[in-house]
């Protein structure tokens, strides 16, 4: 063989390997940035609850120096404001009071590894099911209803869902179950335009539980694997709405007898201890399986999520911190409590 072809094909060889090797170690890069990028960002989404509590508790111990009744009683304070609640607090502080008899504490400064693994293990302890996560059954379709007062962020979660099981090949059919603002309706028609789904929608005023009857009818025949149900904003105090919800879930049962397979009560998680009492109204009238809380980006509230389970027999399921897709997030234990202690 001549040998210039030889060096032509051993520099071309050479070439392609040299590319293989570069495409493989971008690639590689690439995506250790995007779980970098994930796991940094919710430690400054929690940016402000991380300071509400960590920030305080040096400043209370260092105004405080020394561990006594004093101290405890700052902390317990401390963990109010951060919106965990009176019980929950209460039960917290116990539990350290028993650690520092225990273990002989004496120095303020060891305070704080002490209580984040007391609300590590309290959280551990109230999520021990697995009916603690989405329950994200095979049997399709997949049918979850979103519940919620007004302007929680109901819709928006359900175009974050709604792109998450796109994304992984899944079929999506939105219902549009709020029918009282025809721009309710249309905001739901672009979610679901960008976010690769179906909607299933009927003019203004009309019952919902029609737009749902023909929604799980489609998601029957058309063999969807994933059912969004979304539905207007309303007051818990409200009886009739209250009931309105509660004729949804028999209509969706009527078709599937085992769905929805989750009743999701959207909460903002800046109301406060008002949630408490939603979430109790809201179980009562359509037996909830989990909470979303959102807007937690925007709050030195977080505390809700460590309180709200301890309080109420119903997990945290999702948590939003924020307006991108990227910004629906299961809830972890050990996720949340490195991003608010670490
Ligand atoms: N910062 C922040 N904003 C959020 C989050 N979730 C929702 N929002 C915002 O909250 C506002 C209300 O959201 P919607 O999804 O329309 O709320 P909704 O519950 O459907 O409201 P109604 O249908 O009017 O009852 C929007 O501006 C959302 O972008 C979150 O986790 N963080
Ligand atoms: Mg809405």
Same mark, same amino acid.
């Given at each position: 063989?001549?040998?210039?072809?030889?060096?032509?094909?051993?520099?071309?060889?050479?070439?392609?390997?040299?590319?293989?090797?570069?495409?493989?170690?971008?690639?590689?890069?690439?995506?250790?940035?995007?779980?970098?990028?994930?796991?940094?960002?919710?430690?400054?989404?929690?940016?402000?609850?991380?300071?509400?509590?960590?920030?305080?508790?040096?400043?209370?111990?260092?105004?405080?120096?020394?561990?006594?009744?004093?101290?405890?009683?700052?902390?317990?304070?401390?963990?109010?404001?951060?919106?965990?609640?009176?019980?929950?607090?209460?039960?917290?502080?116990?539990?350290?009071?028993?650690?520092?008899?225990?273990?002989?504490?004496?120095?303020?400064?060891?305070?704080?590894?002490?209580?984040?693994?007391?609300?590590?293990?309290?959280?551990?302890?109230?999520?021990?099911?697995?009916?603690?996560?989405?329950?994200?059954?095979?049997?399709?379709?997949?049918?979850?209803?979103?519940?919620?007062?007004?302007?929680?962020?109901?819709?928006?979660?359900?175009?974050?869902?709604?792109?998450?099981?796109?994304?992984?090949?899944?079929?999506?059919?939105?219902?549009?179950?709020?029918?009282?603002?025809?721009?309710?309706?249309?905001?739901?028609?672009?979610?679901?335009?960008?976010?690769?789904?179906?909607?299933?929608?009927?003019?203004?005023?009309?019952?919902?539980?029609?737009?749902?009857?023909?929604?799980?009818?489609?998601?029957?025949?058309?063999?969807?694997?994933?059912?969004?149900?979304?539905?207007?904003?309303?007051?818990? =105090?409200?009886?009739?709405?209250?009931?309105?919800?509660?004729?949804?879930?028999?209509?969706?049962?009527?078709?599937?007898?085992?769905?929805?397979?989750? =009743?999701?009560?959207?909460?903002?998680?800046?109301?406060?201890?008002?949630?408490?009492?939603?979430?109790?109204?809201?179980?009562?009238?359509?037996?909830?399986?989990?909470?979303?809380?959102?807007?937690?980006?925007?709050?030195?509230?977080?505390?809700?999520?460590?309180?709200?389970?301890?309080?109420?027999?119903?997990?945290?399921?999702?948590?939003?911190?924020?307006?991108?897709?990227?910004?629906?997030?299961?809830?972890?234990?050990?996720?949340?409590?490195?991003?608010?202690?670490?």
């Amino acid at each position: 063989m001549d040998t210039n072809l030889i060096i032509y094909i051993a520099v071309a060889l050479f070439v392609v390997l040299c590319s293989i090797i570069i495409l493989i170690v971008i690639k590689k890069k690439t995506t250790n940035v995007k779980i970098d990028a994930k796991q940094e960002s919710l430690k400054e989404k929690l940016a402000k609850t991380k300071n509400g509590l960590l920030g305080k508790m040096a400043e209370i111990v260092n105004l405080r120096g020394k561990v006594d009744n004093d101290l405890m009683d700052d902390l317990e304070e401390m963990l109010l404001q951060a919106d965990i609640g009176v019980q929950t607090s209460g039960d917290i502080i116990d539990s350290l009071k028993d650690e520092i008899k225990l273990q002989k504490i004496t120095a303020a400064d060891e305070i704080q590894k002490h209580l984040e693994e007391i609300i590590r293990e309290l959280l551990l302890k109230d999520y021990g099911r697995e009916t603690d996560q989405l329950q994200y059954k095979n049997s399709k379709p997949f049918v979850v209803l979103f519940t919620g007062v007004n302007g929680v962020g109901k819709t928006t979660t359900i175009a974050k869902l709604a792109k998450r099981f796109t994304e992984k090949g899944k079929s999506v059919l939105m219902v549009a179950g709020d029918t009282f603002r025809a721009a309710a309706i249309d905001q739901l028609a672009i979610w679901a335009e960008r976010t690769g789904s179906d909607i299933m929608r009927q003019q203004e005023g009309s019952d919902p539980s029609s737009v749902v009857y023909d929604g799980m009818m489609k998601a029957i025949n058309k063999k969807y694997d994933v059912v969004l149900i979304d539905t207007a904003g309303r007051q818990h =105090t409200k009886i009739n709405l209250m009931n309105e919800l509660s004729k949804i879930k028999r209509t969706i049962k009527k078709i599937i007898p085992d769905a929805p397979h989750e =009743t999701l009560l959207v909460v903002d998680a800046t109301t406060g201890q008002n949630a408490i009492t939603q979430a109790e109204l809201f179980n009562k009238a359509t037996e909830l399986s989990g909470l979303v809380l959102t807007k937690l980006d925007g709050t030195a509230k977080g505390g809700i999520v460590i309180g709200i389970k301890h309080q109420l027999d119903i997990p945290v399921k999702l948590i939003g911190v924020g307006e991108t897709y990227n910004d629906l997030r299961d809830f972890d234990i050990n996720e949340f409590v490195e991003a608010i202690f670490e």
